[in-house]
């Protein structure tokens, strides 16, 4: 009896990552679980089916063992499986392409093939040679020595036989024998917390992830070999290779290498490659620079060079925050530490509590906060509710007033972790105590508005409470602030008078004009007061002269702001004298002359008399 086991070997990849050449390992296999042989020259197929790989499977290769015969001249393909469970459209013919084992075994190329994850294929051996007889080895059953590492892959229980002329398969007990390889079809990836590394720095930890195959397939415990290469003396040769474990059913593990294992020359730089060297386990390498001096990954700033808030700004519109930024020189993950900071203001011409509220805050900035190469904004200057930073509105005008906003570093954080950015763009490393940056509060929109008024506006000639229908002789003009704001210092403000009554003939105004001859005066308006009385007193006199008028003007920093009128009103009664007769001759004997005094448009108040 002549025993020929007629195994192919499949060499399967993930699609998305195959590559010529990678190590393999047994996916399912029925040898060599050998029930006897079979000497044919008819062409046998036998099915197996796929894992359930989402992305499926690329077959590279197969190996069939042959014996007393040249692989060159027997064939095989790999088919479809069709509608009747048989051998259907053909999906690749291999190409012999060496002996592996001189005259027992050949090893066949095919294209590229890809095959779908949970499909059954068929493999054909001896189609269309009608003169090769081989012997096939057949096995007890299709599952015996099945190799979990297969997740899924299955040989079917029973092959397939139809003679060269005939197109009809009939079915047979035992399977071939057949053993399928190729990649563990799980792709290992490998990732560095970041890409660059320096004296200083943290630890370099490679994160190791695999995807898992869902239930009812297992995910068993995996021991991958991560290998490490340098162009630098760096680490020692005992750093060079690692083992990790996958635990069953888990997608990550990691290895770390510590900061305190790397020897850094610091007039040289160069790179580390990882790469997992498991055989059946594909990873590309990863490759990770090695920088020779300190570099400061994060840089710290305040997010504005120079902050400008109105006094009476709505506060959920007054913001300042701290931006941690990562260098595109250097894209870290993170740092390795939250960052603690000491944030504090500063008083200038803005005094607290008046202007602002000045508080001092220890804020921590969380690495999960800061995505490489972002400008990522990672909270309020002072934090939240009542600790972040506010503006006071007084009620007081005081024009633009400054103060500072500053950062520090508060104990605890690495050196050379970190950096600041002045608000005039220059750095500090070490040492940095003067990392301020403007905070402008500006009151310009709330400028006091004055205004002047007269009250009452028509006064009397002479203050004589007994006068028939006229007012006192007395007005106020008020100097008076018109909106919410007022004044942080004394203000001087000075009033103009004009109209056909006379200053200090017809009126006088009290407080005294200060140089006591123009007709200009000046009243101060208190800081904080919302208004200042000046009054206007009429200077009775016994002329009969009608209405006379007072206009006051009223001037800040030269700049008229509103205008009044105050009206006199006349109180003296006229009288009219006639004579009778109105004239006599020259040298006339006497006469009598009758003299008649009239009222005119009034009548004497009670009391009052005319003396002619």
């Known amino acids: 009896m002549i025993l020929v086991a007629v195994v192919g070997l499949l060499a399967v990849s993930t699609v998305a990552q195959a590559q010529s050449e990678r190590p393999t390992t047994t996916l399912v296999t029925n040898f060599p679980s050998l029930s006897g042989d079979l000497l044919s020259d008819a062409v046998q197929a036998q099915s197996f089916t796929t894992g359930p790989n989402a ?15 040249d692989g060159r001249t027997t064939t095989v393909h790999i088919r479809e499986n069709n509608a009747s469970n048989e051998p259907g459209d053909l999906l690749a013919t291999a190409t012999p392409f060496q002996i592996l084992l001189a005259n027992y075994s050949n090893r066949w190329d095919t294209t590229v093939l890809n095959l779908d994850p949970n499909t059954t294929y068929w493999l054909t051996v001896n189609e269309g040679v009608p003169t090769n007889r081989v012997a096939f080895g057949l096995a007890r059953n299709g599952q015996e020595g099945y190799d979990p590492l297969g ?14 002329e005939t197109e009809d398969w009939e079915s047979t007990s035992d399977p071939l024998v057949i053993r ?5 079809h799980e792709l290992v990836t490998i990732n560095p917390n970041h890409p660059r590394i320096g004296a200083g720095l943290e630890d370099l930890i490679f994160t190791l992830t695999r995807e898992l195959q869902v239930p009812p ?9 991560v290998t490490i290469e340098q162009d630098q003396s760096w680490l020692d040769d005992s ?9 069953r059913n888990s997608a990550t593990t990691t290895l770390t290498l510590p900061a305190s294992s790397f020897s850094f020359d610091p007039t040289t730089e160069g790179n580390l490659i990882a790469t997992v060297t498991t055989p059946g386990v594909l990873s590309d390498p990863v490759t990770v620079g090695m920088i020779s001096v300190p570099y400061p990954p994060v840089t710290l700033a305040f997010d504005r060079d120079a902050y400008s808030f109105a006094e009476d700004a709505d506060a959920e519109d007054v913001n300042i925050y ?20 000491l944030l504090t203001t500063v008083a200038g011409t803005a005094a607290s509590p008046d202007d602002f509220d000045r508080i001092s805050a220890n804020p921590f900035l969380a690495t999960d906060a800061i995505e490489a190469g972002s400008r990522q904004v990672a909270r309020h200057l002072f934090g939240e509710g009542t600790q972040k930073f506010a503006i006071k509105d007084d009620d007081i005008y005081e024009g633009d007033e400054q103060l500072q906003v500053n950062m520090a570093l508060a104990p605890g954080n690495r050196p050379g972790l970190l950096r600041f950015r002045r608000a005039n763009g220059t750095f500090c490393e070490t040492s940095c105590s003067d990392i301020a940056y403007p905070v402008t509060i500006t009151d310009a929109g709330d400028l006091p508005a004055l205004a002047l008024s007269a009250d009452p506006a028509s006064i009397a000639e002479e203050d004589d409470a007994g006068t028939t229908g006229t007012a006192e002789n007395v007005s106020t003009v008020t100097v008076s602030i018109t909106n919410a704001k007022t004044f942080a210092e004394d203000q001087t403000v000075t009033l103009g008078f004009s109209g056909t009554a006379t200053y200090g003939t017809h009126y006088r105004v009290s407080p005294a004009d200060a140089d006591g001859e123009t007709q200009g005066h000046q009243v101060v308006l208190p800081a904080g007061a919302a208004s200042v009385p000046v009054t206007v007193i009429s200077t009775p006199n016994d002329t009969a002269h009608g209405e006379r008028t ?24 006229a009288v009219s004298l ?21 009222l005119v448009g009034a009548a004497l108040p009670d009391g009052a008399e005319v003396t002619v």
Do not use: K, M
């Open 151 to 164: 997740l899924g892959w299955e040989i079917g229980d029973t092959r397939l036989e139809r003679q060269i």
């Open 239 to 247: 750093d060079l290779e690692h083992t990790v474990t996958f635990a």
């Open 180 to 184: 399928i390889r190729g990649p563990f």
């Open 55 to 69: 992305s499926g499977y690329r077959v590279d290769r197969f190996d069939v063992y042959l014996r007393d015969v």
């Open 578 to 598: 006639s004579l009778d007769p109105a004239s006599v001759s020259e040298g006339a004997s006497a006469t009598d002359i009758r003299v008649t005094a009239s």
């Open 322 to 341: 701290v931006v941690a930024t990562l260098d595109d020189a250097y894209p870290r993950v993170a740092p390795i530490d939250d960052i603690a900071l």
């Open 217 to 225: 397939f297992s995910n068993p415990e995996l021991e991958v070999t």
């Open 550 to 573: 007072i206009g006051v003007a009223g001037f800040l920093d030269a700049t008229e702001f509103d205008t009044a009128e105050i009206t006199i009103t006349e109180d003296d009664t």
